[in-house]
Every structure is written in C-alpha cells, then in structure tokens.
Nanobody, 126 residues
Framework: QVQPVESGGGLVQAGGSLRLSCAASGRTLSTYAMAWFRQAPGKEREFVAAISWNSGTTYYADSVKGRFTISRDNVRNKVYLQMNSLKPEDTAVYYC???????????????????WGQGTQVTVSS
C-alpha cells in the first residue's frame, strides 16, 4: 500500500501561484502513473492533471490547461502541481492519487486510482 501526503496549499490572491507537493510512504511512486484531483465546496471531486510514470505524457482538465503544470521527481519520490495565474474558481481541496496497478500510460478517471491523500486546501481570494 501507499499513503500519499499532500503539502503546499494555502491562501493566495487571484493571479498568484502555488506549488503543491505529493510525497508517499509505504511504496515508491516512481513506477506508477499519478494524478491530482480537487473538490470545491458543494461540488463533486474532479480531475485536474495526470502524469505517466516516466513523465512521458501529461494530461490536464480544460479548466487548468495552460496555467497548471504537473511534474514528478522519481528520485525524490515526489509529484508536483505548479499552479499559476490562480483564479477564485480554483479554490478547492486538492488531492494526490496513486493507483494500485502499474499503468503503462497516464490515467485520469477517479475509479482508476486506489490511494488518496487527505488533501491540501487551496484558497484563492479575489
């Protein structure tokens, strides 16, 4: 098993930036596709960004494309989400997710991920 742990959330003004980090205990992340999801108040959890195990491919939700960048450092066993040009509608709890299977490519559906962190709050003020 693996336990993702997110960090880096906080309060930022619109137009600002944050970088979220995801570390994991219990298992290496380096051979697994990874993803970020988010859940805003009163809304369902939604996909944000995904990355293949070797960083060969990335995929983004249309709402964050061009503003967010997902990356990973397999030596440090971490995954990152760089968020630029933040908007109030980006306010949400952000979750890092890891699968149980070693997918050859990235995955972006929630039911393809088995392990979830507790989330980190991102609040963007207008």
């Amino acid at each position: 098993q693996v336990q993702p742990v997110e960090s880096g959330g906080g309060l930022v003004q619109a137009g600002g930036s944050l970088r979220l980090s995801c570390a994991a205990s219990g298992r290496t992340l380096s051979t697994y596709a990874m993803a970020w999801f988010r859940q805003a108040p009163g809304k369902e959890r939604e996909f944000v960004a995904a990355i293949s195990w070797n960083s060969g491919t990335t995929y983004y939700a249309d709402s964050v494309k061009g503003r967010f960048t997902i990356s990973r450092d397999n030596v440090r066993n971490k995954v990152y989400l760089q968020m630029n040009s933040l908007k109030p509608e980006d306010t949400a709890v952000y979750y890092c997710a890891a699968p149980n299977q070693r997918y050859r490519d990235l995955r972006y559906k929630q039911n393809e991920y088995d392990y979830w962190g507790q989330g980190t709050q991102v609040t963007v003020s207008s």
